[in-house]
């Protein structure tokens, strides 16, 4: 101010040979604009003559000349006012604008300083974003989520028919779409015309000994009609061990129909193991001491596809008709297979004859003689319909094209309560609960969070599945997570979860913040410095696990979560999924326990876009990669003692331990640049972030066809190409099994083995940083 007090009383004075020059610059890192002015002096005198006159024949006026004032006339007096008023006015308006900015919009930089808790642990200042502080996120989606509030969502969606394709089903779309409107999301729907199964006008039967069992109404999507005829024999639950007890009592499966009890692994997977065995078909049942509370004559529904999606457009998305050459899913089975009820097992099981069971198959007797001739007819029929997806999204302040999602079914085999009502209530009050963070509180997420509504889960996640199809390319680096709200109450407290090794360490900080909601003492699920956390509430991921297309299939990091009581809910995929038999199941805390599951799945959302970096934590697959390395080294070690001339010397598994190093050296190469890093710099968190992305993508196989082999991550995908189904081959090479290769082993070796140095190249980052030793 002073030098501006100066520069005017200098005008005005009328001081000789100098003049002002302005410089209007405007801060771009959001500071007040500021006017620079600069006096000029006789050393600043350019292009003149010795005089100080240029000359004068050529009639063209210097313009950097300085020339003899021409006094203090009225009119220059009137003219340096009317400047220097201006010059005034400019700078008022433009700081006033550049102050207007800084209020209205996210800044990048900030002069106050928030704290943040990096995710290497340390406390981290930064301004790399408009943050809230953590405690005061987790303390705003608290408080915007009640008992009463679910109860009101659960009697808007509770539904007794809302079937996939159904009207029930469009009804409830609908209601889902016009919640996330009303909050001013920006919304949109995903139509696909897919083939859905039902009963077909005549009924399923099963005949034992030429005797009816009685009526049929559950079924079995997607099972392969017609009717199979054989000798009955008792596969406990179908699972690979059960038949291979069977198969170490010289009992061969061969034109058997198996009779196995429902649990344990999907009913896709048990039709699966009897058909590779070549049994003809398959019944399956609920056993009493699993099924508790059921009735006798409850009936199952379910589908056998061993897979995701539309069967019969594998591999790309059911839009508008698809007209491709006919084509269906490697996973639909071979044999026929069909659901009993408890009684019409137990007319089955009683009277059998044959083997004793194996040691350890509780309730299975006499396994089954040839006179226990049993009949199936399965008369189902394909029928196109039209699903539709629907979604919301708030968008992020910093990287609005990067997402995470939170989805849930909408459909049921009837009502579902559980299923799929409690999942939506939670996706739709979580919209709610966000929304108004971000409108009415000023949370500023830097991400974007979108809301899904999925319909046809109960077929095999259909709609996900299509989606993930449909948009697989523009999904690729955008959608950084999945988290999974089907099924998230089906009891008391006690937590479960399935998840991407990545989130296995977002899912232990979230369990040490969240408290039960009837805890007085503020006692959180699980403490992080227990040591057995994960053998406490992590499971396997199956395949039919709702996120199983996510992780295998595109790449995403994803977790699926429940709370129970410490024993199965009996009522999924049963007419008997009601509001009063879950409310049984909880001891009327169905509200109560929906809050919970909503601040659970909304804690790890919000964590993973309020935080600079992405909560995935690139360290945890050392351990699986490392356990896969030392259990086929050692295979192929024994394999090598007994049969050398099946594996000869060129095969090394040095090169797939090189790999394992490389990923190793990749990751600790991540954290240290994580630890290095500047927060502040935005372009070096998303460039940082990127790299966390592409892990589980580059854990796809690129080597194999996903209509063939649609699962292809190599570490938690199922098929040939996975580091299992490598260790499987060897045990198929060592019992001499006719279908093993060598020469196959040896290139799925080979391609196992650069898919994981892949993985670590893209990791490390530049290719000048590659550690690449192959």
Not at 196 to 204: D, I, K, Q, T, W
Not at 606 to 618: F, I, K
Request: aromatic content about 8%.
């Amino acid at each position: 101010m002073d030098q501006a007090r100066s520069t005017i009383s200098k005008i005005f004075n009328g001081e000789p040979r100098s003049y002002t020059r302005f410089n209007l610059t405007q801060n771009m890192e959001g500071e007040n604009s500021q006017v620079e002015m600069k006096l000029s002096s006789d050393m600043d005198e350019e292009a003149v003559g010795g005089n100080g006159v240029g000359e004068h024949h050529n009639h063209v006026r210097d313009p950097y000349a300085v020339h003899k004032p021409a006094g203090r006339t009225p009119r220059n007096l009137c003219f340096m006012v009317f400047a220097s008023l201006l010059i005034l006015i400019i700078g008022y308006l433009i700081g006033y604008l550049a102050h207007r900015r800084q209020e209205i919009a996210p800044r990048c930089a900030a002069s106050s300083v928030p704290m943040e808790e990096s995710i290497t642990g340390t406390i981290v200042e930064t301004g790399a974003a408009p943050l809230m502080d953590w405690s005061d996120v987790k303390s705003l989606l608290q408080g915007k989520l009640s008992d009463s509030l679910f109860e009101t969502t659960f009697t808007e969606f509770a539904s007794d028919s809302h079937q996939a394709g159904s009207d029930g089903d469009d009804i409830l779309g609908n209601k889902v779409l016009k919640r996330f409107k009303a909050k001013g999301m920006q919304t949109w729907k995903d139509e696909h015309f897919v083939k859905l199964v039902a009963p077909g006008s005549e009924p399923n039967r099963v005949t034992y000994k030429g005797s009816d069992l009685g009526s049929l109404s559950g079924y079995l999507a997607y099972s392969k009609t017609g009717s199979a005829q054989g000798a009955v024999l008792h596969g406990n639950y179908g699972e690979v061990d059960d038949l291979n007890k069977l198969q170490d009592k010289n009992i061969a499966l061969d034109g058997r129909v198996l009779l196995v009890k429902a649990g344990k692994i999907g009913f896709a997977e048990k039709v699966a193991n009897a058909a590779k065995l070549n049994a003809s078909a398959v019944l399956i049942y609920p056993d009493p001491a699993d099924y508790t509370r059921v009735g006798g004559s409850t009936q199952l529904y379910g589908h056998v596809h061993l897979g995701s999606g539309d069967p019969y457009t594998p591999g790309f998305p059911s839009f508008n008709h698809t007209q491709f050459p006919p084509t269906q899913s490697s996973g639909l089975p071979t044999i026929v297979a069909q659901t009993i009820t408890t009684d019409m097992a137990s007319k089955i099981t009683s009277n059998l004859g044959g083997h004793n069971a194996p040691s350890g198959w509780e309730h299975v007797g006499k396994l089954g003689a040839d006179s226990d001739m049993v009949t199936v007819v399965v008369n189902n029929v394909l029928a196109d319909k039209k699903i539709t997806n629907v979604f919301g999204v708030i968008k992020g302040f910093v990287d609005p094209d990067r997402y995470v999602v939170l989805g849930a079914q909408r459909d049921a085999w009837g009502p579902g309560f559980a299923s799929s009502t409690v999942g939506t209530s939670v996706l739709v009050e979580l919209a709610r609960a966000i929304s108004d963070m971000v409108g009415n509180d000023g949370f500023r997420p830097r991400r974007s969070i979108v809301f899904a509504s999925w319909s046809a889960g109960e077929y095999g996640s259909v709609g996900a599945t299509e989606w993930l199809e449909g948009y697989l390319s523009s999904l690729n680096m955008k959608a950084f997570s999945y988290i999974n709200l089907d099924r998230v109450v089906s009891g008391l407290k006690k937590p479960k979860a399935s998840a991407s090794p990545l989130m296995y360490g977002l899912i232990q900080s979230t369990l040490n913040e969240i408290n039960t909601p009837t805890d007085s003492s503020r006692t959180p699920l699980y403490y992080s410095t227990d040591a057995n956390w994960e053998d406490k509430v992590m499971e396997p991921l199956r395949l039919n696990d709702p996120i199983y297309p996510f992780i295998t299939f595109s790449g995403i990091p994803s977790v699926s979560f429940r709370f129970t009581s410490g024993f199965e809910y009996p009522y999924f995929g049963t007419l008997q999924d009601t509001r009063a038999r879950l409310d049984a199941a909880t001891s009327n805390q169905v509200a109560p326990m929906a809050v919970l599951a909503a601040r659970f799945a909304g804690h790890m959302a919000l964590r993973l876009v309020h935080d600079h970096l992405l909560r995935l934590d690139v360290d945890r697959y050392n351990a699986e990669i490392r356990s896969h390395v030392v259990t086929i080294n050692r295979k192929v070690q024994s394999l090598m003692r007994m049969q050398p001339q099946l594996l000869p010397n060129v095969l090394t598994v040095r090169w797939l331990m090189s790999a394992s190093g490389s990923y190793s050296r990749a990751s600790r190469s991540l954290s240290s640049d994580i630890m290095n890093s500047d927060l502040e710099d935005v372009e070096m968190c998303r460039s940082i972030n990127d790299r966390i992305m592409r892990v589980e993508r580059d854990f796809l196989s690129p080597y194999v066809s996903p209509r063939e082999a649609p699962f292809r991550h190599i570490l938690v995908g199922s098929g040939s190409h996975t580091l299992k189904g490598l260790s499987d081959h060897l045990d198929a090479l060592e019992k001499s099994n006719p279908g093993a290769d060598v020469d196959l082993f040896r290139n799925q070796f080979a391609l196992a083995t650069w898919t994981i140095q892949g993985c670590a190249n893209t990791l490390a980052g530049d290719i000048w940083s590659m550690d690449n030793l192959i």
